[in-house]
């Protein structure tokens, strides 16, 4: 083995929740963090609209209507404990973030900003709350950026554009992760003590997305080939505000500042379906409403689209007709310049995308594939878990979008994410870090790369023709279409049979790049393998679920099932079959009511 490593801690991924593990765990441990993406490109730089605290910083909050806002946005399968956990900790976190540095918008009187986002409520008046801490439109990328460079004041060996292909598991503990230097081709193992998979969620598996090329379940699927389980496969949230046709977000928060959607009908059409919070009820819901309008012919032009409407007059009115004032009860308004403050990324976005100017005009958006719901099991220390009695798998941790905590349940709260990878990948960095200095170094086996290599040579040498684009094309589309926003019992069964059939076809690609310095086309065909893998997962898990929760919608079965299905889906491949087992929600304070919008 020529490029040996070792490691008390190593850390795959360099977003959010791989930076923050990385940090606290070098506090503790001779720490790596091994990325694909060179850190700062990390998908975490795109979040936009927020993170959200119960801080209470512009009207009045709490730790505990922030705590039961996530379990009923969950549509209660999250582990309220988990939730409470992740809730209590948040004002914390963010005071922690400001300390580092990270450029919060301010109030007039100097506290950070806050911003109303949906879901987030006061649990008396059942009012949106001002609840999402943000950086204008770039909250994500600010994060990112403070994090990386505490990271590198704390001398945190990274080796970026390294792409991880394997798990060492030994004797049933993690013993390291076997990778590829892009620029040279070489593997290279890893011995570790303890190894967090912080690789970020698997969207790209969808046509229409908001998510980033990396976004191809590495880490899920990695941890499938080893016989691990995955929880919640079946949910996946799919944003109201896509830009039409490209999928890229339009942040929630252009909501908070007051935007509505419109019909083709010039209607403003979320009070039918949400009287209470309207525009900004929980993305399920509104998706579902999109849907339904332009289903039921109402789109713009009879297209599958609806407008996103920020203009200055337009808020002016309809934040009257909702009583919306400013803290200082003076009716809330917001001209231009405050809306070239406040969304300046989105801005752009539309007049470089669209050529629609959003003070003047209206945008056309329509749903896209937007967060991984569903991942690797963990415990609120980031330990992965293996089953519904919480047996442990020594030394491995998971954290960030590829982890399933469980917080979000069947539906995440916007800006609950990036505070899952803050408080999350702050606690699977101790305790890898306290794991690590209590262990001893797993023996490495004889020839870790064997079944790294073995992949590629396939992909290398195949004499199939096989083009992996078109597989890739295929499966985007069948999966957006038949495992979307609305699903039935045949169009999964036909997804299912799609999507294995296209895993068939995919033993037959042939990469034609037989390089080795940055032969991006051989990557791009190992990362389709792994999407079909995690494909097929989620409509396998979706075909099973037979209820509506949260981002899970059943034609054939539209209700929430409580009796039958208040429980986790855990599913791993034996022998190439699905086998799907259940875990309980833990239920702490909340008992499941029927959600009122
Ligand atoms: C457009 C957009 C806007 C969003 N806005 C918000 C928001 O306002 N508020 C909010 O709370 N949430 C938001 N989200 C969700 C949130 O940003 C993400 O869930 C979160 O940033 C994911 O962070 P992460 O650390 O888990 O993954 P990422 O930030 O994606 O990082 C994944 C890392 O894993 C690495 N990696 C992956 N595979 C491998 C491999 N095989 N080998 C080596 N490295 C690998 C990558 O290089 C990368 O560094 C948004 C998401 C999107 C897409």
């Known amino acids: 083995m020529a490029n040996l490593h070792q490691f008390d801690v190593v850390v795959v991924g360099a977003g959010g929740a791989g930076l923050m593990a990385g940090l606290y765990a070098s506090r503790g441990a001779k720490t790596a963090v091994i990325s694909k993406l060179y850190p700062t490109r990390s998908h975490t730089g795109a979040a936009q609209g927020g993170i959200s605290a119960a801080l209470g910083n512009l009207e009045e909050d709490s730790?505990?209507?922030?705590?039961?806002?996530?379990?009923?946005?969950?549509?209660?399968?999250?582990?309220?404990?988990?939730?409470?956990?992740?809730?209590?900790?948040?004002?914390?976190?963010?005071?922690?973030?400001?300390?580092?540095?990270?450029?919060?918008?301010?109030?007039?009187?100097?506290?950070?900003?806050?911003?109303?986002?949906?879901?987030?409520?006061?649990?008396?008046?059942?009012?949106?709350?001002?609840?999402?801490?943000?950086?204008?439109?770039?909250?994500?990328?600010?994060?990112?950026?403070?994090?990386?460079?505490?990271?590198?004041?704390?001398?945190?060996n990274f080796f970026d554009e390294?792409?991880?292909l394997d798990l060492l598991i030994v004797e049933g503990k993690a013993a390291g992760v076997v990778a590829v230097e892009l620029a040279t081709g070489e593997l290279h193992t890893f011995h570790a003590k303890a190894v967090i998979f912080a690789t970020g969620g698997h969207g790209r598996i969808f046509e229409v997305t908001s998510n980033a090329y990396a976004y191809t379940g590495d880490g899920a699927a990695i941890c499938l080939r080893h016989g691990l389980p995955l929880q919640d496969?079946?949910?996946?949230?799919?944003?109201?505000?896509?830009?039409?046709?490209?999928?890229?977000?339009?942040?929630e928060g252009v909501r908070g500042e007051g935007g509505v959607l419109i019909n083709g009908q010039g209607e403003r059409f979320m009070p039918k379906y949400a009287p209470t919070v309207k525009d900004l009820a929980s993305r399920d819901v509104v998706s579902r409403a999109i849907y339904t309008e332009i289903s039921e012919g109402r789109g713009i032009n009879g297209k599958n689209y609806v407008y996103l409407d920020i203009r200055p007059e337009s808020v002016k009115k309809y934040a009257a007709l909702d009583g919306r004032t400013n803290p200082d009860g003076t009716p809330y308004t917001l001209s231009g310049e405050d809306i070239l403050k406040k969304i300046p990324d989105i801005i752009d976005f539309c007049r470089v995308y669209l050529g629609v100017d959003p003070i003047t005009q209206m945008m056309p958006i329509q749903p896209t594939a937007h967060y991984t719901m569903g991942g690797i099991p963990t415990n609120k220390y980031g330990e992965v878990v293996l089953d519904d009695q919480n047996t442990l798998l020594p030394g491995l941790f998971a954290a960030g979008e590829c982890a399933c905590v469980s917080i979000h349940g069947a539906n995440r709260l916007g800006t609950n994410s990036l505070l899952d990878l803050v408080v999350f990948g702050k606690y699977a960095g101790l305790r890898a870090a306290?794991?690590?200095?209590?262990?001893?170094?797993?023996?490495?086996?004889?020839?870790?790369?064997?079944?790294?290599?073995?992949?590629?040579?396939?992909l290398r040498n195949g004499s199939g023709r096989e083009n992996a684009f078109d597989i890739a094309t295929e499966m985007k589309k069948v999966m957006f279409d038949l495992v979307g926003i609305y699903r039935s019992e045949a169009g999964m069964q036909q997804a299912v049979?799609?999507?294995?059939?296209?895993?068939?076809?995919?033993?037959?690609?042939?990469?034609?790049?037989?390089?080795?310095?940055?032969?991006?086309?051989?990557?791009?065909?190992?990362?389709?393998?792994?999407?079909?893998?995690?494909?097929?997962?989620?409509?396998?898990?979706?075909?099973?679920?037979?209820?509506?929760?949260?981002?899970?919608?059943?034609?054939?079965y539209p209700n929430r099932d409580d009796q039958e299905w208040l429980k986790h889906t855990l599913a791993r491949r034996q022998d190439g079959k699905l086998v799907i087992e259940y875990k309980p929600v833990t239920i702490t304070r909340y008992q499941p009511k029927a959600r009122v919008y």
């Open 63 to 156: 730790v505990e209507w922030h705590t039961y806002d996530s379990v009923k946005g969950s549509d209660y399968l999250g582990d309220q404990d988990a939730i409470e956990f992740m809730c209590q900790e948040a004002p914390q976190a963010i005071l922690e973030l400001e300390h580092m540095g990270l450029p919060f918008d301010r109030t007039p009187e100097g506290k950070i900003s806050q911003r109303p986002f949906g879901g987030h409520t006061n649990n008396v008046t059942g009012k949106p709350v001002r609840r999402a801490c943000h950086a204008a439109d770039r909250t994500g990328h600010m994060i990112l950026q403070t994090l990386y460079q505490q990271c590198l004041k704390n001398k945190v």
């Open 162 to 164: 390294y792409q991880v």
């Open 233 to 251: 496969m079946e949910f996946f949230q799919f944003h109201p505000t896509g830009i039409y046709k490209l999928g890229i977000l339009i942040t």
């Open 434 to 458: 306290e794991y690590a200095q209590n262990a001893g170094f797993a023996a490495l086996p004889v020839e870790p790369e064997t079944a790294s290599r073995a992949q590629f040579e396939a």
């Open 497 to 556: 049979e799609k999507v294995r059939a296209l895993k068939a076809r995919y033993q037959q690609v042939r990469v034609a790049d037989s390089g080795k310095i940055f032969n991006t086309e051989l990557l791009n065909a190992w990362e389709l393998g792994n999407m079909l893998e995690v494909a097929e997962v989620v409509a396998e898990c979706a075909l099973n679920r037979k209820e509506s929760r949260g981002g899970h919608s059943r034609e054939d």
